[in-house]
């Protein structure tokens, strides 16, 4: 960015600066400590200059917001025209439950609805499967089939909201039933607008929520898309997620290449489905988490937007510009967040959600202060949703593009950022891909690494985390939790079994029928699928069917 | 050879303490007994993982095939009162009375103390520094070696 002449006389002046005014005042003001790095390990400098950027090319690297390689934002006046979306991940108990807290979270301002299932639902189960026992409406809303759906969603115009779905097993189920709901509510499919997680490959060394063995399962998720991009042209098919693998215990850099590589291989796998990637790929979205470590989590944001940027156009030789763009939804990070003292949550969730923003997110999830004991209780969600409200309104951080651009530093890290990532992005290749990344144990054992030294960090005070290993005090501040009502599992039984005596039997074997012969055919099972919700088969029936078709997944286990 | 004849001859060979970290439920979240699992095996002792998404029965079976001395159980879904009395009780049922039992994840205050009456000695929460766990067994095995 400088002329040789320029970087000369900075690079002139540091070495001046170091010798004489930085020397003599560490003479008696030592640093405390011997090292900086960031969260992921990168090595801080006490100071940046241009000459930490002068490798930069401001018109390749930086560019113009709205043009490639997107690196200070996906649109020409990012929050200056429109804020983000603000959605709240939220769901517990019976969809009845659920339906008033939506209700509840649009009439104080929140701008699209995101769901939480429980994990019988997500996993593929019935409420009503022994493996349920206990956890029906404990982690999210149990979804045992179209009549559930229908309660959630009753009152709520699908053709005025946006609604995010944390589904990834079943996500072709869970978007048949919205889809069906919506149809009864006498919208068109293309009127949906929304997105479906459906990003399985991160299930297998992250999430770890799976139903069928890696293969099939990105089957499925290829049929989505495939299914979306011809008829559903408002709905994001994927969220290709970095927040599990964070959570897992990853670092930043890591959530970032794991992401994208899980990314590339969708989109290879669609592509050879004989789809066009200009089909589709302008409908893809991706999820991150956002910590503490504000200046690398905002380099993080940009630097996946330009490697994203890059490979849509060359390796898979995009051409619309909408291809190329890497438009996210952020959350703030659930594994920061600390039991004791809970109220600070509330500060480590703004500099979060800051980072976000500042990283240029166009939907965002700030967490509740009481996450790390309970799902949030409605005071706590209030909170959650207000700390993004005075960001947008408040801080002034909306008001132009990309603020800290330009900033030595952060240019320095997201230059590091993508170097690093695209690093690892070759090391999976080289190992024939994500799918033998996964086989070979080699993401899962990079995660759990990280998330151990990470811990010993903590356990050893080389990072403090305030309120837990320092300023621990005897603070016994008690805040009142969310209680999930354990006899909203016999609520949520009886109605399944109601249902069950109800539907017309002879049209749901017909039906699931249909789907075994579809999926033993490998052929897209979408509209089966949608049939099969429509005639109310049951989520655990259908994924029953696919179970006997595509087999389990056994986890490869390992610590 | 060089290594066994360092040994002393009448060295005993003590038996390292014998872990089964376990994952109740559908619960997914393994981040902490998988840094659970590995801080024990640290520590030198023998350490079994069973995966996620383990019935009470089948880790009580493993429990005895193993022969642990401790069986840490680590839940964040909130079905700890329906899955802990089964496991307890599966337990009892087939005389693994000598097993230490404790617990990690999300588990609200209420709950622990019905927990620890059921028989599981002690819950640790989020952010329990891993040398507290690992002392925490060390010093409270039921099983003398």
């Known amino acids: ?559 | 050879m060089i290594a066994t004849s360092l040994k002393t001859p009448s060295a005993r060979v003590e038996r390292k303490i014998r872990a089964l970290v376990a994952k109740p439920g559908l619960d997914s979240h393994d981040r902490g007994a998988k840094v659970v699992a590995r801080a024990l095996r640290d520590a030198g002792m023998e350490v079994v993982y069973t995966g996620l998404r383990q019935t009470p029965e089948q880790i009580v079976e493993a429990a005895m095939q193993e022969d642990v001395d401790v069986l840490c159980l680590s839940i964040l879904s909130g079905a700890h009162m329906t899955l802990f009395p089964r496991i307890i009780d599966l337990m009892k049922e087939k005389g693994l009375d000598d097993v230490l039992v404790i617990a990690g994840g999300v588990i609200p205050e209420e709950d622990i103390s019905k927990l620890k009456d059921m028989g599981i000695a002690e819950i640790f929460g989020p952010g329990t520094p891993t040398r507290v766990t690992v002392d925490y067994v060390r010093n409270n095995l039921k099983r003398k070696s």
């Open chain 1, 1 to 559: 960015m400088l002329d040789p002449e320029e970087l000369r006389e900075i690079k002139e002046k540091s070495g001046r600066w170091e010798e004489t005014t930085l020397k003599s005042y560490l003479e008696t003001r030592p640093e405390r400590k011997p090292e900086f790095t960031t969260t992921s390990g990168f090595q801080v400098s006490r100071l940046y200059t241009p000459a930490d950027v002068s490798d930069l090319d401001y018109s390749e690297d930086l560019g113009y917001p709205g043009q490639f390689p997107y690196t200070r934002g996906i649109h020409p006046t990012m929050y200056r025209g429109r804020l983000w979306t603000m959605r709240e991940f939220s769901g517990f108990g019976t969809a009845e439950e659920t339906n008033r807290r939506f209700k509840y979270l649009l009439s104080e301002g929140e701008t699209g609805l995101s769901v939480a299932f429980d994990y019988p639902t997500i996993t593929g189960y019935d409420s009503d499967h022994p493996f349920a026992q206990g956890e029906v409406g404990r982690c999210g809303v149990a979804v045992s089939s179209l009549a559930d759906m229908e309660t959630l969603f009753a009152g709520i115009p699908l053709d005025k909201v946006s609604t995010s779905m944390t589904i990834n097993g079943p996500a072709a189920m869970l978007l048949a039933m919205y889809i069906a709901v919506g149809q009864k509510q006498g919208m068109a499919p293309e009127l949906l607008s929304g997105t479906t997680q459906n990003d399985m490959l991160k299930e297998f060394f992250a999430q770890k929520l799976c139903i069928f063995p890696p293969k099939p399962s990105v089957k499925l998720v290829v049929d989505i898309i495939e299914h979306c991009a011809k008829k559903l042209p408002k709905w994001n098919p994927i969220s290709i997620s970095g927040y599990h693998i964070r959570e897992a215990g990853a670092n930043a850099v890591q959530e970032l290449a794991f992401t994208l590589a899980d990314g590339l291989a969708y989109v290879q796998a669609t592509v050879d489905r004989g789809l066009d990637v200009d089909e589709f790929a302008p409908r893809l979205s991706f999820f991150f988490a956002a910590h503490n470590d504000l200046f690398e989590e905002v380099a993080k944001f940009r630097a996946a937007r330009r490697i994203w940027a890059q490979f849509m156009k060359e390796r898979f030789k995009a051409r619309n510009a909408r291809s190329m763009w890497m438009r996210m939804h952020v959350q703030t990070s659930g594994c920061t967040l600390t039991a004791q003292q809970p109220v600070n949550n509330t500060i480590r969730v703004a500099i979060q959600g800051l980072a976000a923003v500042l990283g240029g997110t166009q939907s965002l999830h700030t967490n509740s202060f009481d996450e790390a004991l309970a799902l949030p209780s409605e005071e706590a969600v209030r909170i959650a949703l207000r700390t993004q409200q005075i960001i947008a309104h408040e801080s002034g951080v909306s008001n132009t593009v990309d603020p800290l651009g330009g900033s030595f530093y952060l240019e320095a890290l997201t230059r590091e950022m993508e170097e690093k990532a695209l690093k690892y992005i070759d090391q999976i290749e080289a190992m024939g891909g994500i799918f033998q990344a996964i086989e070979k144990g080699f993401l899962q054992k990079e995660i759990v690494n990280s998330a151990y030294r990470y811990q010993q960090d903590v356990d050893k005070k080389e990072r403090i985390i305030v309120g837990l290993n320092e300023y621990a005090g005897n603070e016994t501040s008690k805040i009142p939790l969310l209680r999930i009502d354990p006899q909203l599992e016999e609520f949520q039984l009886r109605k399944l079994r109601r249902l069950k005596e109800s539907r017309n039997q002879d049209l749901v074997t017909r039906t699931l029928e249909k789907l075994r012969q579809a999926s033993e055919k490998d052929n897209n099972v979408m509209p089966h699928i949608l049939d099969s919700v429509k005639a109310y088969c049951t989520l655990g029936e259908i994924c029953g069917v696919l179970r006997e078709v595509y087999g389990q997944y056994e986890e490869l286990v390992m610590f």
